[in-house]
């Protein structure tokens, strides 16, 4: 496995695999490894012959008072990690590397409409630095496939509408969410939980599962069903930021009979936050 710091070297790298006529896929992560981003990597590997992991954790991504400084680095065990896993080469560029003109002249990707809604209305400008590191990825790689995970459902769609809405030739593919045994979506930042917390955690999920049910049964309470998921959360000792069930593509309110839909749920518990979904066809 080649590791590559530099974009021109990554480049001239990428460009011979291309005068083979090989296939490049591209898997972007921050790094601090797990099962999940391993999965990425295996779907990734179904559709290309050479994949491309990169490592970096973005600054422009993160919001006053969050965990830029102490977010989990561990490159030297990731690397271990996507060498077994086959990986062609892994990313890991520097803040120069991925912003050449510095963070304060850089130019920003916002996506109208979807980067300031759920997670976004949460965390004010997160969106707008994740589409922004993306795009600059996208750039670097050209990639003719990008895997993103079902975890983070916000944000491949947003990664989806720039990706057509600026004519990227990349297809976005998005891999189902990975979880633990008891339902918790795997999660760089679980590693902040207690071991007594950590026992709370899967009733985010549990939440999503019963509002669900009860929607299957009947259509006519779904603000009733979300605020039950809201209370079987806050009974759990989490502290809930949103319970919502939208549509599944645009991410529109839900309407009446209309499917797909798509249930989401973020929430607090100690030093961690903790997103999930569920689709309801």
Do not use: W
């Not at 400084?69 to 990731?78: E, F, G, I």
């Not at 271990?80 to 130019?107: D, I, K, S």
């Amino acid at each position: 496995m080649l590791h590559m710091t530099r974009v021109a070297e990554l480049r001239e790298d990428l460009a011979g695999l291309r005068s083979r006529g090989l296939r490049v896929a591209l898997v972007p992560t921050m790094g601090n490894l797990h099962e999940g981003h391993l999965e990425l990597v295996r779907l990734a590997r179904q559709h290309a012959e050479c994949v491309v992991c990169s490592i970096f954790v973005n600054p422009t991504q993160f919001g006053p008072g969050e965990d830029y400084a102490s977010y989990p680095r561990t490159l030297a065990r990731d690397a271990e990690m996507l060498r077994a896993e086959g990986v062609h080469a892994l990313f890991a560029p520097g803040v120069e590397q991925m912003y050449p003109l510095g963070l304060a002249q850089a130019t920003e990707v916002r996506v109208q409409g979807l980067a300031d809604i759920l997670c976004g209305a949460v965390r004010p400008g997160h969106f707008n630095g994740v589409a922004t590191v993306v795009l600059r990825l996208l750039n670097m790689v050209m990639p003719q496939v990008a895997v993103f995970g079902q975890k983070d459902y916000q944000q491949q769609l947003i990664i989806r509408r720039l990706v057509a809405d600026l004519n990227v030739p990349a297809e976005i593919l998005t891999a189902p969410t990975s979880r633990e045994s008891d339902g918790l979506a795997r999660s760089s930042r679980n590693q902040y939980l207690t071991a007594e917390e950590r026992t709370r955690a899967p009733a985010l999920y549990a939440a999503l599962q019963t509002l669900a049910a009860g929607l299957s049964a009947s259509e006519d309470n779904a603000a009733a069903l979300c605020a039950g998921a809201r209370q079987h959360i806050q009974a759990a000792g989490l502290i809930p930021e949103y319970v919502e069930l939208r549509d599944a593509a645009t991410l529109a309110p839900a309407s009446p009979g209309h499917r797909p839909l798509i249930a989401l749920a973020a929430a607090r518990l100690g030093r961690a936050r903790l997103i999930d979904n569920l689709l309801i066809a």
